[in-house]
């Protein structure tokens, strides 16, 4: 009876364990694609009234979002025009808001919002195609100075925006 146990024991574990090797943490479903390509997204921020332009954010976000797929899926990045998926776009927003207010009448806090306008194809599987507008901020004291914490803002930033851009095109939830 003990021999059948392990047994049994050792079953339920191999096939627990086959189970989950198909599962994908990360929720990214590539289907049959097997390259991608992140064309380099413009900086146009300053076409939207209220923005400002931020020199090398272009080629940071455009890296950012590199990044992101290859680090969550088995994608090839190529610079080709035949890729599976293609992500191209523009950076539309790069503003610097007062938030609220003290008592005296200033800002206590400013919000920096970046928004990005992706077009997204799937040549693969075309019904999974967008065109859409991703958005997040950072809010920081209004007596800091935006070069103070743009790195870290950047980086909060850039995190929220491509997981949103890797969730639209690639999470199957």
């Not at 003990?2 to 049994?8: A, L, M, N």
Request: hydrophobic share 40%; proline share 2%.
């Amino acid at each position: 009876m003990r021999g059948f146990k392990k047994v049994v024991s050792l079953l339920i574990i191999l096939s627990t364990a086959i189970g989950c090797g198909v599962y994908n943490f990360t929720g990214g479903d590539v289907g049959t694609a097997q390259t991608f390509q992140v064309n380099y997204f413009q900086n146009y921020a300053t076409q939207s009234p209220g923005s400002t332009f931020e020199p090398g954010m272009d080629r940071d976000f455009t890296l950012a979002l590199q990044d992101r797929i290859l680090n969550q899926t088995s994608l090839d990045l190529v610079n080709t025009n035949n890729a599976d998926l293609l992500y191209e776009g523009e950076i539309v927003e790069y503003r610097i808001s007062p938030m609220s207010a003290t008592a005296q009448q200033t800002a206590a806090q400013n919000r920096l919002s970046i928004g990005v306008k992706v077009r997204f194809y799937n040549r693969t599987k075309e019904d999974a195609d967008f065109d859409k507008r991703f958005s997040f901020f950072y809010d920081y004291p209004a007596n800091a100075q935006l070069s103070s914490v743009k790195d870290e803002a950047h980086e909060i930033i850039f995190e929220r925006i491509t997981q949103d851009i890797f969730n639209e095109s690639l999470a199957d939830w």
